[in-house]
T-cell receptor, first 110, second 114 residues
Framework: AQSVAQPEDQVNVAEGNPLTVKCTYS??????LFWYVQYPNRGLQFLLKYITGDNLVKGSYGFEAEFNKSQTSFHLKKPSALVSDSALYFCAVRDISIIFGKGTRLHILP | NAGVTQTPKFQVLKTGQSMTLQCAQD?????MSWYRQDPGMGLRLIHYSVGAGITDQGEVPNGYNVSRSTTEDFPLRLLSAAPSQTSVYFC?????????????FGSGTRLTVV
């Protein structure tokens, strides 16, 4: 079965610094990967997805994700963090349904 | 375009009471699902539906019932509430179960069972 793992429960980054939220995947066949964000007291919102093609995928709010087949990773990145980026981030993979990771809480420190 | 609407936003129940969490979508999505979110547990799938009249169990279905009489609505029923059902519940919908275009989530229902 397909799965994703988010090795960090929490990531702290100073405002203005680059941020990375890590995700690794395990799939048979070609992966179909997502990132979602959850702001406090809100549902999950779609950020971006990778199907095929360019390994760097651009998404909402200035986020991007880098697909690395050799490392089976799909890390979420942003060049310059904002305090408003503080949220819970979920990596996900498509199987017969979408399978979500356990989430990584991102704290941007002012 | 309202997307996925969940009601109520907050609810407190006594142990043994029953209630229905409402979910409605206006995107003509065939696939709808219910998740619960608990600290450190991520999202766990309760029940899902691939179309009107068709429902199936997810990872944690015990204590919950669903029905899908229309494409738009997918209510979740708690038969006899227990403290272990204290959680935040999310409804999600999509064109298909595989989520080719991703899932659209509602804003959640925070349920406390005392």
């Amino acid at each position: 079965a397909q799965s994703v793992a988010q090795p960090e429960d929490q990531v702290n980054v100073a405002e203005g610094n680059p941020l990375t939220v890590k995700c690794t995947y395990s799939v048979s066949g070609n992966p179909y990967l997502f990132w979602y964000v959850q702001y406090p007291n809100r549902g999950l919102q779609f950020l971006l997805k990778y199907i095929t093609g360019d390994n760097l995928v651009k998404g909402s709010y200035g986020f991007e994700a880098e697909f690395n087949k050799s490392q089976t990773s799909f890390h979420l990145k942003k060049p310059s963090a904002l305090v408003s980026d503080s949220a819970l981030y979920f990596c996900a993979v498509r199987d017969i349904s979408i399978i979500f990771g356990k989430g990584t809480r991102l704290h941007i420190l002012p | 375009n309202a997307g996925v609407t969940q009601t109520p936003k907050f609810q407190v129940l006594k142990t043994g009471q029953s209630m229905t969490l409402q979910c409605a979508q206006d995107m003509n999505h065939e696939y709808m699902s219910w998740y619960r979110q608990d600290p450190g547990m991520g999202l766990r799938l309760i029940h899902y539906s691939v179309g009107a009249g068709i429902t199936d169990q997810g990872e944690v279905p015990n204590g919950y019932n669903v029905s899908r009489s229309t494409t738009e609505d997918f209510p979740l029923r708690l038969l006899s509430a227990a403290p272990s059902q204290t959680s935040v519940y999310f409804c999600a919908s999509s064109y298909n179960r595989q989520g080719d275009y991703g899932y659209t989530f509602g804003s959640g229902t925070r349920l406390t069972v005392v």
